[in-house]
């Protein structure tokens, strides 16, 4: 894990700098959401993000929008969360599965204990602290190009790299290897790329086949919220497992029984 501060001015400052989808995310101390009940120390003060309140099924805004961001790599078999700021049915069954998946009282109320594990699992820049940005644009320097703006690429690629965290977890928590990312519309032509690539949106990832094998990767990623499963057996893809988000569900990797 990369060092990071705990200083509560360092965190409002480094949360009012970070933009998620273009948007500077919210301060130390966001409004209270209806059905939230804000406490005094609901976790340490966290150079990312940090959360004021309890969160449960009825809370709305930013602070929920940030939880689901965390939380989206647990969205059940199939299932994909939507990242909208609305804490429904959806988003309390990924918190639960999430808690049950590091051993915390699986309730589906985002409190302290939920919290400070997602403290523990992000670094500065809100990324898990097995992936980072770099590992998932290997195109060019500033996300720009693709079929969506640049921190709309950007954001897509995260809520990404949060779904990778749980299925890494999920295989006994060994390294996955990640090929590949984000591609602005040239990148993806120059590598032969579909001409509708969710590359190109920021939502995909290519993957090595590491110590799991690129059957098992694609085999654990329907738990893990892609809606895009490619792997052996698909035309293109035996040498590495696509995985991708956004709309839509197209799952093939026949060598793999998908």
Not at 21 to 28: D, K, L, N, P
Not at 36 to 54: E, F, L, M, Q, R
Not at 209 to 225: V, Y
């Amino acid at each position: 894990m990369r060092s990071r501060p705990v200083g509560f001015l360092l965190s409002a400052l480094a949360g009012a700098a970070l933009a998620f989808g273009g948007t500077a995310a919210a301060s130390a101390t966001p409004p209270s959401a209806p059905g939230s009940a804000p406490t005094a120390n609901v976790g340490t003060a966290d150079a990312c993000y940090t959360w004021s309140g309890t969160l449960r099924e009825g809370s709305s805004g930013e602070a929920v929008r940030q939880l689901q961001i965390r939380v989206a790599g647990y969205p059940g078999y199939g299932n994909q969360i939507a990242i909208d700021g609305q804490f429904g049915p959806a988003t309390k069954a990924a918190v639960q599965r999430f808690q049950s998946a590091y051993g915390l009282a699986s309730d589906g109320i985002a409190g302290s204990q939920t919290f400070s594990k997602i403290y523990a699992l992000q670094d500065d820049d809100c990324t898990p602290v097995n992936f980072t940005y770099a590992e998932l644009n290997r195109c060019n320097s500033d996300w720009s190009g693709g079929k969506v703006s640049a921190a709309t690429a950007r954001a897509n690629a995260l809520v990404t790299m949060w779904k990778l965290q749980a299925m890494r977890h999920a295989m006994g928590d060994r390294p996955i290897t990640v090929n590949g990312g984000f591609r602005s519309v040239s990148c993806n032509s120059a590598v032969g790329g579909a001409t509708n690539s969710r590359h190109m949106y920021g939502h995909a990832a290519d993957l090595g086949a590491g110590s799991q094998g690129f059957c098992g990767l694609a085999q654990a990623a329907r738990n893990h919220g892609f809606t895009e499963i490619l792997g052996p057996g698909y035309p293109g893809h035996n040498d590495h497992t696509h995985l991708a988000g956004g709309s839509g569900r197209f799952w093939s990797a026949p060598s793999c029984g998908i």
